[in-house]
């Protein structure tokens, strides 16, 4: 009976050994699960796409941005200074150049304007009072202006075209000089005014006609902007040349 009891008593420690080294082996193994999960989270963060939103960027990592974000606008500025602005340069020049240019040629316009209406001021006026008193004297000026020309002798026929006209007699005679020195070099026959293409069969018929023309497309006497339309491509000396010929008739 001792000896059955002291078998049940060697029985009981032998379990409580064994229950004890079980119970000793689960907790290390569940130790060991813990540590080895523990190492794995950030794999399992990964499985859960979590890892992408929650994981701090490394140093490593952050210092690659940083370089490949230098580098970038590096590049950009590097493409920016090396572009071809002469083209916007040369036209920002050219619109400089024009505005000066148009300036100038306005100042000058002006300039020469207010000469051309000073030189004017200088023409004395036509007595228009008397057709016969008219006749006689622009007939003897004219006639004198025109000595030793082609035209000599014709102070008459100027002077009653510009009366039956109402033009000033010295304007038609003062053109001749400007355009053909008073009738000796005329471009067409009779036609000493530069006159479009016309020519006549005699010097009666031209002054005629040129006087009825000056009245018709031009009016009374000379000015500036008439001077304009009758020479244009020459039309400053044109106009002082010819001013200045009808001040000494």
């Known amino acids: ?47 859960f796409g979590i890892s992408s939103i929650s994981q701090p960027a490394t140093a490593s990592e952050s210092s690659s941005f940083s370089v490949s974000d230098t580098a970038l606008e590096d590049s950009v500025l590097t493409t920016a200074a090396s572009r071809d602005i002469s083209q916007g340069i040369a036209d920002i020049t050219a619109e400089e150049k024009a505005k000066k240019e148009a300036e100038e040629a306005a100042r000058q316009a002006k300039a020469q304007q207010s ?12 007595d228009w009072s008397d057709k016969d008193a008219f006749i006689a004297e622009w007939t003897e000026r ?49 036609n000493a005014w530069g006159w479009g293409q016309s020519s006549w069969g005699s010097w009666e018929q031209a002054i005629n006609a040129h006087v009825a023309g000056l009245a018709q497309g031009y009016g009374y006497t000379i000015s500036y902007d008439k001077a304009k339309r009758y020479c244009p491509p ?8 010819t001013l200045s010929q009808m001040k000494s008739i």
């Open 1 to 47: 009976m001792v000896a059955k009891r002291n078998n049940t008593k060697k029985s009981s420690v032998a379990v409580r050994v064994c229950g004890g080294a079980v119970l000793s082996c689960a907790l290390v193994a569940c130790l060991g699960m813990g540590i080895a999960s523990a190492g794995a989270a950030p794999v399992a963060g990964n499985l």
């Open 115 to 126: 000469a051309a209406q000073q030189a004017l001021q200088g023409l004395s006026e036509v």
């Open 142 to 190: 004219i006639n004198n202006y025109l000595a030793g020309s082609p035209l000599a002798g014709y102070g008459e026929t100027f002077a009653t075209a510009a009366w039956e006209n109402q033009v000033d007699p010295r304007w038609s005679p003062a053109i001749s000089n400007t355009e053909s020195s008073k009738g000796a070099n005329c471009f067409l026959p009779h």
């Open 234 to 241: 020459n039309y400053d000396n044109w106009y002082h040349d």
